[in-house]
């Protein structure tokens, strides 16, 4: 499945990281969204969880193509 926003196109990869930064904390604990549903988690710290959240969306676009 390999959908696009309409609004896509003209991202810059600052506007794509602010865009899939779906991470949120919980006592302490850092966790991410996933768009079907569901998180991933907990991580240590925000910096942890976006590491593994810009690698989660690079395997996704990965087995997309």
């Known amino acids: 499945m390999n959908r696009q926003r309409s609004d896509d196109k003209n ?4 506007d794509e990281i602010a865009r899939t930064s779906r991470g ?3 006592n ?7 768009r079907g549903g ?3 988690g907990p991580y240590d710290n925000e910096l942890e969880m976006q ?3 810009n690698e989660f ?3 996704h676009k990965m087995m997309s193509k």
């Open 57 to 59: 969306i690079k395997l």
């Open 24 to 26: 949120y904390e919980i």
């Open 28 to 34: 302490g604990q850092w966790y991410f969204e996933l």
């Open 51 to 53: 590491a593994v959240l």
């Open 38 to 40: 569901g998180q991933k």
């Open 11 to 14: 991202l810059t990869r600052t």
